[in-house]
Each structure stands twice: as C-alpha cells, then as structure tokens.
C-alpha cells in the first residue's frame, strides 16, 4: 500500500516559522475536514460544485466519446468521488477507476460506495500524497489508455510552479496517448467568486479553522481556534482567492516542540485557489506537455471542465 510520507509536523512547524506564516490546504482533510468540504460543496453559495455538475451532466457523454473505450480513470483528489458516476457511467468498457486521496478513511469510504455504484468497474483506491510518486495499481481489463480525471478546482490550490510540476507529472503519468480531465474554475469578478468562501452559514470558517483542531490532536499544539477569525479574499494580482486564519490578538502558541507568536492581526495564510482566464490555463498547460482539445463551461461560465492530451 502506498503510504502519503509523515511530514506534518515538519511541514507545520516550517509553515509557521516563515515571516510570512502559512500552511499547506492538504491538511486540511482529516475526517471532520473532509465532512465539512462535503457540506461546503452543499452550500448555496459555494457556485464551483453546482456548475462541475452542470458541465458534467450535460456533457460527460461527449467527454466519455473523445476519450474512447478501455480507459483507466486515476482521480486525483477524488474526495466523496461525487461527479465521478457521470463520468464513468458514460465511459465505454472502463479498464478500471482508481481514486488517489490523502484522507484515508474518506478515500476508502467513497471507494466502496461507488463499486456498489458501478458494479462492472474494477475499482482500487490509492491512499497517498498525488505531489508524491506513487504506484498504479494493474487492474483485469485491458488498459488502452490512461486518463487522470481531477475535478473539484483543486489544480487551483497550486501556486504557478507547483501547478506546472504536477502537471508535468500528471502527464509522465499517463504517457503519450494519455488524457487529462481537468475542472478549472474561470476567473470572473471578485463579487462573485468571494461569497463561495465567506458562506453565511460559517461551514468554510469551520473548515479553515478545522487545520487548528487537528495540528492541535495530532501535534501536541496548544491553539484555541476561536482566537483566530476566517478571512478569504480574491487577490487580482495573482488571480487566486487567498483564505487566511487571522489572530485576533498578541499570542503564544506552542506547536510540535516549536513556539510560535503571533501578533495582533497577524495571518496565517492556509489555502490559495487560483482562477484561470482560458488562456492562462492553456499556456500553463503546454508547458507541461499536454494541449487542451476541448474545454466544456456552465451555461454562464463560472466553471470550465478541460480535456487535455499528452504530447508525444
Ligand atoms: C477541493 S477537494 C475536491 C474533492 C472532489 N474531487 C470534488 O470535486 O468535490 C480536494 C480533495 O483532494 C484531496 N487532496 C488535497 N491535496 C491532496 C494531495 N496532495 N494528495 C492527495 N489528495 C489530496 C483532499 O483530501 C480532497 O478530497
């Protein structure tokens, strides 16, 4: 079984010694950080799920024909596998479906309720870190060609060059012949996209608050959540959102044998999610090796879904 690498603590206390602090959103899945994505991806606000799943209801029986029969479908971050079944439902004699995740018990969970979904598909889990190498899993069926399936934005919580080296990865992976299916959120004005990440019901400020509770389960830490208030906001110099913990007051914290101080209205920066014009996306993309051939969007273009092929 690949295992993600325990870097935690090191990744935690790194984080928080920079001058400008912050840490890495992949922590923010354990299981209740997992729970609360789910009900995030419920909430009115919250626009990217709503219109993932437009695009992949209305088009996924395109997408399944441009990439053929006998696919092995690996999902990166494949989470509750939520807009998983209209694709794979649409696909021609799947090879096999394989979700790659760093929430273990989500990861697993998810993965047993889609098999009793799609009863013909063999399908084999991978719990591991996607940054990181990991194995394939061999399956059956014949495999003709290996396509990464990564919905949910999450390509968008890479900065520029970590962007650009997991798609270069993602290409390595598949191997010429191979296909990227990828959901982009476009870049659109700030009033509409800051409201999907400051929700009334307060489920994102839980969320983001979560990172605290479980750096303080897992590492010995001695933060009180509640003195640090949610911040998201859209940088338009950097066309991402840019969610924060900030400290409510001068404090002390100590974490994993580090002491950590904060001053008042001092941030913690814990996740970016950038938002792409078409444009940008392609170029990025061509870098790493792959060339968009069809981009699907929502009927008023919030959200892109992105096929792309690996270069020979
Ligand atoms: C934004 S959620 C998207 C979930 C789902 N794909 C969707 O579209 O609703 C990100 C998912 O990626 C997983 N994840 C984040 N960083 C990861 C990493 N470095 N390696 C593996 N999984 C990761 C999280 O556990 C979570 O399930």
Redesign the pocket.
């Known amino acids: 079984m690949t295992k993600?690498p325990d870097t935690f603590r090191a990744d935690v206390v790194a984080g928080l010694s920079r001058a400008a602090k912050e840490l890495p959103?992949?922590y923010f899945?354990d299981e209740a950080g997992?729970r609360l994505?789910d009900r995030i991806?419920d909430l009115p606000e919250y626009y990217l799920?709503r219109a993932?799943l437009e695009v992949m209801g209305s088009h996924a029986g395109e997408m399944a024909a441009a990439l053929g029969a006998g696919c092995l479908v690996i999902?990166?971050?494949?989470?509750?596998?939520?807009?998983t079944p209209l694709l794979m439902s649409r696909l021609r004699y799947p090879a096999g479906y394989v979700p790659?995740?760093?929430?273990r018990e989500?990861l697993y969970a998810s993965a047993a309720a889609l098999a009793a979904r799609l009863p013909g598909v063999e399908v084999r889990p991978v719990w591991?870190?996607?940054?990181e190498r990991f194995d394939v899993p061999a399956v059956a069926a014949p495999v003709r060609r290996r396509v990464v399936y990564f919905?949910?934005?999450?390509v968008g919580?890479f900065g520029p060059d970590d962007a650009l080296r997991l798609l270069t990865g993602i290409a390595a992976l598949c191997g010429p012949g191979g296909g990227l299916l990828v959901?982009v959120d476009l870049r659109k004005p700030a009033a509409v996209i800051e409201p999907a990440y400051n929700d009334r019901a307060g489920v994102t400020a839980a969320f983001n608050r979560n990172l605290l509770v479980r750096i303080n389960r897992e590492l010995g830490a001695d933060f009180d959540p509640a003195r640090f208030d949610h911040r998201a906001f859209f940088n338009a110099e950097h066309s991402r959102v840019e969610m924060h913990l900030v400290s409510r007051e001068p404090q002390v914290v100590r974490v994993g044998g580090a002491v950590v101080r904060f001053a008042a209205g001092e941030s913690v920066r814990t996740e970016c999610s950038y938002k792409y014009a078409p444009e940008a996306f392609r170029r990025l993309a061509a870098m790493a090796g792959l060339e968009v051939v069809r981009t699907w969007t929502d009927a008023h273009h919030l959200f892109s879904v992105q096929l792309l092929a690996v270069g020979s």
Do not use: Q
């Open positions: 993600p959103c992949k899945y997992a994505f991806c799920t993932e999902e990166y971050g494949s989470g509750s596998s939520l807009k790659v995740d760093i929430s989500h591991a870190d996607f940054t919905p949910g934005s999450t919580n959901g």
